[in-house]
């Protein structure tokens, strides 16, 4: 009975997959939040070395991996994909699940996919230092990593609360070398203006970008780095379902369909794009973004034009959003706590190839509850809406009497989000259904693009 | 240049190997704490099921895996081997540094391979519950998964200051539906007595194991299991040494020095009891075992009979020691903080078969920050000995200018230690040397054995 499937080293995957080319219809244009008008490459120059802005408009179908990338990503990669026997059989489903399991990387998730290359690209363009912002911290312990391997400087501007309350991740930051910022900061002209009206702010995620894209901007030094939503950053991400399609092949199997969880996107697109990219040539293919109830963009946002971040400094995207100042409510999936969303997914939402899907907080964490039980691996928050959703396809498989072939990625560990699992298990998790009005509301500030 | 040895499926060890009939002259016996007479199987039954008794005293070389225990084993093992590149360029060294990886186990270290098992043949001999102790938890941890999976009850009593400050691997054990109780308590003789004379105490690993056993011993449906130490367990671990000796020989290469970090023994006799098996056939290897400064059980204390247990409650057996109320300080390597060591162990150091040193705790978080900066991973604190070990072995091939190969195996992850760090880097960390007038008190309480 074959758990795990590991892929042999010759098989290790070369060049990353861009959709671009197989999207359906032209991209719309990124504009540029100061003048409104569609930006060039030489007004993302600030904030990116020129390979990154290349790759984000490129559009050849495979992009080589540096070789300097590939060693590193030889540290967990090939990561693994097992058959989730145990799990099944405790569901009692004819259904056939896998996972890829990214919580092997030295941080603990799919986010050094990116992390590299960009810190690779930033090196080789003569970038001395990065700054950056995050959330739980996924993305800050990611891209500290992979400062330190390619000897960069790294700042981190991480959300206050977080900072106060997570602070395993900060110290991983601080033990790969970066400078961690608590946010809003006495560093930033947003930062100052924010503590200015409100000395005692928590600060958010859509401030930390401002911060960060704000010192990036001012020194000449220093460049910003994204952890999700920009397109460069889901090619990066494609390593994890060309790795899975390829251990699929191995034992002659293909999933009926293929599951992430969806924040700003990088996951979902790392698992799914491969496969997007087969259901273009005719392929049977299912392919189901998880998000939570509590963050709806995909599922109750609108597809529009709007800021990347609460302060407006970053460019504005076609995406679904729930609007730039939307506030979801502090829940332990950190990392899907964002108002908008890939524009690559957000399209292929939009024109019906991918289906989207919201899940709320308990049902997440009676997955995956269940499923470290059942497979051992403690999954992280964010990971447990993909795992909610692969449940829910092999329990609609039970009650039809179908067979089906699930594939969800695992998007890291919860190893140090032990704190939500303790909150779960007391009790003290509820759910939440955001208010219509409220939506509709923070969707009445939308930017107005010709 | 490649990084990660990744064994092939077909290579994964089907059998451990058990170093008792290669022992350099025959085992002391184990003696019954109350009659002081070499114990019986029978004697041991109220606290283990006979497959491990039968282990225990076992004198075939090799045991088969139960392939139930292979199928769990399959979620982590093979476990990789890496060639430290990095690490060898930043100490500009001429020797090559290969590092067995034990962190990818649900749990995040290398003690599922015996807890798996162990919980295994409890199940087949009927057992339906398990008492145990742990102090930081990584052993608690493992157990509660095993028997999770094995559909046992679990009750861990977990030290209490622990339990109080690393609430992290107690939560997982919850969630992997284990009953933790804060020891010293209420449950048992042995927790009422200490809290009567000490209400406000913090516990010791001592007290936690005397507990634990008392409970096993006190209730027909519940045997008792130990994470280190025993016979048994080092058995069960060789598979990271018979791994790694297969992953060596893929790429040609063999060790001149294998490397463990040592607390009760048992993921330094994983490692190195497959490669002394070659040394008794005449390899040339050396193996060496790093222990803490502040625990230096195999450098300064005494090859002598003592009890396991603070209480001795537990059987006497011929091992280095420190003496049985030995109090070794608080370190953050908690998983080594341990009187006493593996009577196999103990009796191949005595023989010099086995080299032993002790390291003092800021030169193995300098060695763990260097290596967490150059290959990315966290290690735990215990593991960090190994590597301390590791590197000190490479600057001295670097002095001597000589070619040298080097093992030594990371035994777990740091993500839930990350407070170690934290004090580390903000110079909170001291050294400590043990003061010899008081080792010479606590080894003059050891009992007399004829």
Redesign the interface.
């Known amino acids: 009975?074959?758990?795990?499937i590991?892929l042999?080293?010759a098989r290790i995957p070369r060049q990353w997959y861009n959709i671009i080319p197989d999207m359906p219809g032209p991209l719309a244009p990124v504009i540029h939040p100061g003048t409104m008008q569609p930006v060039s490459p030489d007004d993302l120059l600030p904030l990116f070395p020129m390979p990154l802005i290349e790759q984000e408009v490129s559009t050849q179908r495979w992009i080589d991996i540096p070789q300097e990338v590939l060693?590193?990503y030889?540290?967990w990669r090939p990561a693994p994909m097992?058959r989730a026997?145990?799990l099944e059989k405790a569901l009692a489903t004819p259904a056939k699940i896998y996972y890829k399991y990214e919580g092997?990387?030295?941080a603990?998730s799919h986010k050094p996919n990116s992390a590299i290359p960009q810190a690779y690209y930033n090196k080789i363009f003569g970038t001395k230092r990065i700054a950056t912002e995050t959330g739980a911290g996924q993305w800050g312990s990611s891209i500290s990593?992979a400062c330190?391997?390619f000897g960069l400087e790294c700042t981190v501007y991480m959300v206050k609360v977080s900072y106060n309350q997570k602070?395993?991740r900060k110290?991983?930051m601080?033990?790969?070398?970066a400078e961690v910022i608590p946010s809003p900061s006495n560093r930033t002209n947003a930062g100052r203006s924010i503590l200015a009206q409100h000395p005692d702010s928590n600060g958010s995620l859509g401030i930390a970008i401002s911060e960060a894209v704000e010192d990036a901007a001012t020194r000449d030094d220093t460049r910003y780095a994204l952890g999700s939503v920009l397109n460069h950053v889901c090619l990066h991400q494609t390593i994890i379902g060309l790795e899975a399609k390829a251990q699929m092949e191995m034992i002659g199997d293909y999933p009926d369909v293929v599951i992430g969880c969806h924040g700003g996107g990088s996951n979902f697109a790392g698992i799914a794009f491969p496969f997007i990219a087969d259901k273009a040539h005719g392929k049977q293919v299912r392919v189901v973004a998880l998000e939570p109830a509590s963050c709806p963009t995909l599922t109750r946002g609108v597809y529009a034009f709007d800021y990347g971040d609460t302060a407006k400094m970053a460019p504005v995207s076609k995406m679904y959003t729930l609007g730039h100042d939307f506030m979801p409510p502090g829940i332990h999936a950190g990392g899907l706590r964002y108002h908008g969303a890939s524009p690559l997914v957000s399209q292929l939402v939009h024109a019906g190839i991918v289906e989207a899907r919201s899940v709320q907080q308990l049902a997440c964490f009676e997955a995956a509850?269940q499923f470290?039980?059942c497979?051992?691996?403690?999954p992280a928050p964010e990971s447990s809406h993909a795992i909610r959703g692969a449940i829910d396809e092999a329990l609609q498989a039970k009650e039809e009497g179908k067979e089906k072939t699930i594939l969800f990625n695992l998007s890291g560990?919860g190893?140090?989000d032990?704190?939500a699992?303790?909150d779960y298990?007391a009790g003290k998790l509820n759910d939440y259904e955001y208010p219509a009005e409220e939506i509709k509301e923070s969707l009445s500030h939308l930017p107005k693009v010709d």
Chains 1, 2 share one sequence.
């Open positions: 009975m074959q758990t795990k590991i042999p080293e060693e590193i030889q540290l097992y026997h145990r092997v990387s030295p603990g990593l330190q391997m602070p395993y110290s991983m601080q033990l790969w070398g509850v470290a039980r497979e051992g691996i403690i560990h190893h140090v032990m704190t699992y303790d298990l």
